[in-house]
C-alpha cells in the first residue's frame, strides 16, 4: 500500500471523532482527498436527512487532508465556509478535498460532499502546516 | 417553563446527530440561543482537542437556533464559516449564537464557542425559513 | 451577438461601480461568466499590489453573473468569501465564475480570480433570485 | 494625534485604491478600527445602491486594520467572508472591525457595515502578519 495513504489513514484513525462517525479514507496523493462515510440513524437531523454538522465535518475532513498531502502531515485547519446546496437522504456519503493554492506555511482548500451523485454542500477554507 | 424554550428543546432532542454528541439547549430567547456540550473522549482528533467537526457543529446549530428563534421553527442553515482561533483542551464547550438580522425569509447570525472562559471558534452564517 | 451576453453587458454597464473600475465582460453562458479588469494605479493598495478590495469585488461579480445566468438577471448576492492566494502583480486580471448548485431561489457559486495564468484568489458564495 | 493613529492614517492614504473610493479613518485603537465612506454615484450598481463590492472593499479594510491594531503594520488579509444584509442607500458608510483573538502570525476579525444606522453588512476574517 502506498505510505503516504497508509500514514494519512493512520491519522483519520488517531482521531476518536472520525471513528465515532465512521469515516473512511477512499483516496490520498498529492492535492486531493477523499472520504466516505456511511450515514446512520444517529447521524440526522430532525427531518431524517444528514446533520449539517455531519457534511460540515466531513468538508472540514477533506480540506484539512487534501492540505496535508501538500503541507505535510502536521496541519492545523485555520477556517473553513460551507454552503449546504441540498439534503442528503443517501446511505453514504462522499467527500472530495483538493488543494488549489499552498505556500510554506498556508494552502487553501476547496472541498464537495456528494450523496450518490448528488452534489449536497460546498466548502472552501485555509490550512496552516503546524509549529 | 418557557414555551419557546421548551419547543426548542424538542427539536434539539429530535436530531439524532444532537443526542449522539450530548449537546443540551442552556438558553433561548428571541435572537439567542445558547448551547452546550460536554467533551468526551470520542469528540476528539488526533492531538486530544475537540476535533474541528464538533466545533463546526456547535457554531452551525447554535447558529440555526438563534435564526430559528427569529424565523421561526422551520429553518434550513443555507451556509456558515468558523475559524477556528484556539484549540479546545477543556470539558465543556458553550456556544452562543446571535441573530444579527433578519428578513421574512433569511437571517444572519453569529456564533462563538467557548472553552471554560476561552474563546475557540467564531462562525458566521444565513439560515432561511423553509418552505 | 448572443442575447444574454448582450443583457449580462447591459446590466455590467449600468453599474457605475463597475465602470469606475473599467471591468469587461468576456464570457456570459448558462452557468459561467468570465469578467476581466486592466490593472491600473488606482486598483493598488500600500505595496503595489491590487487592494484586496479590488480583488473581492471580481469574486463578487463573477459569481453573481454566474448565478444569474442560471437564476435570471434579477439577482441579489447574499454573501460570499474570497482566500487570497496570492499577491496579483500583473497587468490585468480575469475573473471566472460558475454556478455549481441552484434552486428555484438560491443558487451557490464559485469563482477564481487570475493574474495572468497564476491563480489569485479565490470565492464561493449564495445568489438569490430577488422579488 | 496619537501616533498608532497617524501611522494607521498614513498606511490608509499610501492605497491608490482607498483613495479612488475617498475612505478616511474615524477610529484606530489596540483591537478596534473605524471606517467610512462617503457614497458618490460612481460607487453604485444598477439599481443605485452601493455596490457589493464597495461594502466587501470596506469590511476587508475594516478587518485588516482592526488585525494590524494587533498584530502591526505589516499585515496581510489572508480570507474573509462577508453577509450583505439590506441594500445601502445613504450617502455615508461606516465600518467598525474588531480584532476577536490573534496569536504571534495570524487573527481573527469582525466587521460591521453601516449605512446610518442601519447595519448593511457583517464580515468575519483571518489576518496574518507579514514577513
Redesign the interface.
Known amino acids: 500500500m502506498d505510505e503516504r495513504f497508509a500514514l494519512a489513514e493512520r491519522?483519520l484513525r488517531?482521531?476518536?471523532?472520525?471513528?465515532?462517525?465512521g469515516t473512511r479514507l477512499l483516496a490520498f496523493r498529492p492535492g486531493r482527498a477523499e472520504l466516505a462515510l456511511r450515514l446512520r440513524?444517529?447521524?440526522?437531523?430532525?427531518n431524517g436527512f444528514a446533520?449539517?454538522?455531519?457534511l460540515?465535518?466531513?468538508v472540514?475532513?477533506a480540506l484539512?487532508f487534501a492540505a496535508g498531502s501538500v503541507l505535510g502531515p502536521e496541519v492545523?485547519?485555520?477556517?473553513?465556509?460551507?454552503?449546504?446546496?441540498?439534503p442528503a437522504r443517501g446511505d453514504e456519503l462522499r467527500a472530495v478535498g483538493e488543494a488549489?493554492?499552498a505556500?510554506k506555511?498556508?494552502a487553501?482548500a476547496?472541498a464537495e460532499v456528494y450523496d450518490g451523485a448528488t452534489?449536497v454542500a460546498?466548502?472552501?477554507g485555509?490550512v496552516?502546516a503546524a509549529g
Open positions: 491519522i488517531a482521531q476518536p471523532f472520525s471513528r465515532l462517525l440513524p444517529e447521524h440526522r437531523q430532525q446533520h449539517g454538522g455531519v460540515a465535518y466531513l472540514d475532513n484539512t492545523l485547519t485555520v477556517e473553513f465556509k460551507v454552503n449546504f446546496v441540498r488549489k493554492a505556500g506555511r498556508l487553501v476547496r452534489l460546498l466548502g472552501q485555509t496552516a
